[in-house]
Nanobody
Framework: QVQLAESGGGSVQPGGSLRLSCAAS????????MGWFRQAPGKEREVVAD???????YYVASVKGRFTISQDNAKNTLYLQMNSLKPEDTAMYYC???????????????WGQGTQVTVSS
């Protein structure tokens, strides 16, 4: 059974930083594409960043230069370092995994429960 468990969310002032973690179990971690998504109230879910099995990364334009996705294969853990946070980064953040067959099309088929990030003064 695949389980993804996010942690590290919270409330922070604009300009602050947070580090999200996603512990994965039930998968051969290194064979899966992993990603972070977010959904703000009234908005559609969007991909924030993802990392392919090759190690290549993708970032949505709004977070480039501020967020960094990384992973520790030995710990089966995905991270999202978020710096220079802005109020518009406020959202529920989700960790997701795409099984090998779905990875090329970014068809994420496993999801965590989410962790709330609130950026406010």
């Amino acid at each position: 059974q695949v389980q993804l468990a996010e942690s590290g969310g919270g409330s922070v002032q604009p300009g602050g930083s947070l580090r999200l973690s996603c512990a994965a179990s039930g998968i051969t971690y290194s064979r899966y594409c992993m990603g972070w998504f977010r959904q703000a109230p009234g908005k559609e879910r969007e991909v924030v960043a993802d990392i392919r099995t090759s190690g290549s990364t993708y970032y949505v334009a709004s977070v480039k230069g501020r967020f960094t996705i990384s992973q520790d294969n030995a710990k089966n853990t995905l991270y999202l370092q978020m710096n220079s946070l802005k109020p518009e980064d406020t959202a529920m953040y989700y960790c997701a995994a795409a099984s090998p067959a779905r990875c090329p099309g970014r068809e994420y088929n496993y999801w965590g429960q989410g962790t709330q990030v609130t950026v406010s003064s």
